[in-house]
């Protein structure tokens, strides 16, 4: 379902225009779901200035998600997007080889169709939560890879941590994995991978801070380690300095490419949990 916008407006006013057959809550709740796209783009925020010959396009769920085992955000025929939940690993290790991200939602495709195929795009760390992309062809998947830095135009974060940061734009610092995999900022640039990670604090309450990270690398363990070695380790992150939580507060929030063959953009959002409003909204000493 899909149609041409005619003026210029905030989305969620167009969309009561264009689509006079369905109700508001409706609408939002596919903005909510991401399934609202704009010339090929998924959008979920109400207020997103549209202009004339611009098109939405309502694209419903698939009813297979619901057998998914992870929460699709975004499914099409090259790209496979979910919410991964914290503590599930990404990819198989040498200890655990079907807890993974990959391999559920690779044996949910395999049954649906057995001639589907998935790839593993990047990953996230074990305790992160949020945006996953698989592509569905390996040619596509080496596209993306090999041309990582142009194409990959944006991949943002929500972490709450200790303190109150000054905002940053463009840190660079050098990142350096020892041989009990934890990773630090090193002065040393030889055998060291550069780093590149801004952050904006977005709410505070004097003892912990939302903060708006964004990278442009993606190193190992990278939001976590510079936050750690700037003194604001992130709630829940043992392994850097943190207090222990029921979980590790970084979320992956938004990834945003172009597409090597087309040239088409997707953004890919994962809500925000609210376990972060939650936590920030206690009371200073509680969390």
């Excluded at 569905?136 to 991949?155: A, P």
Aim: glycine share 4%.
């Amino acid at each position: 379902m899909e149609k041409q916008v005619k003026r210029e407006g905030p989305l969620l006013e167009i969309l009561l225009e264009l689509f006079q057959e369905l109700s508001a809550k409706k609408l939002k709740n596919y903005l909510k779901k991401g399934a609202i796209l704009v010339n090929n783009q998924t959008i979920t925020q109400y207020n997103y200035p549209v202009k004339p010959y611009d098109i939405i396009k309502i694209q419903k769920e698939n009813k297979t998600h619901h057998k998914s085992p992870l929460k699709i955000l975004y499914e099409d025929k090259d790209f496979l997007v979910v919410d991964k939940p914290p503590h599930l690993l990404s990819i198989a290790t040498e200890k655990e080889k079907e807890k993974t991200a990959y391999h559920k939602m690779r044996e949910f495709i395999k049954n649906r169709h057995y001639q589907e195929k998935l790839f593993v795009l990047h990953r996230l760390d074990q305790e992160t939560g949020g945006v996953l992309v698989f592509v569905k062809s390996d040619l596509l998947k080496r596209k993306l890879q090999e041309n990582w830095n142009h194409l990959i135009l944006e991949r943002e974060y929500y972490a709450l941590v200790h303190g109150v940061p000054q905002d940053k734009k463009d840190y660079i610092c050098y990142l350096k994995e020892d041989a009990t995999y934890q990773v630090s900022v090193t002065q040393k640039q030889k055998d060291a991978k550069k780093a590149i990670t801004s952050f904006q604090v977005m709410k505070t309450n004097g003892s912990l801070s939302l903060l708006k990270v964004q990278i442009k690398t993606g190193r190992k363990n990278q939001i976590r380690a510079v936050l750690s070695y700037l003194g604001y380790p992130i709630l829940g992150d043992k392994k850097y300095g943190g207090k222990k939580a029921e979980r590790l507060f970084l979320q992956a929030t938004c990834l945003k490419l172009k597409h090597p063959t087309t040239s088409q953009v997707y953004e890919f959002k994962s809500p925000l949990p609210i376990a972060f409003e939650q936590k920030l909204n206690q009371k200073r000493g509680k969390e």
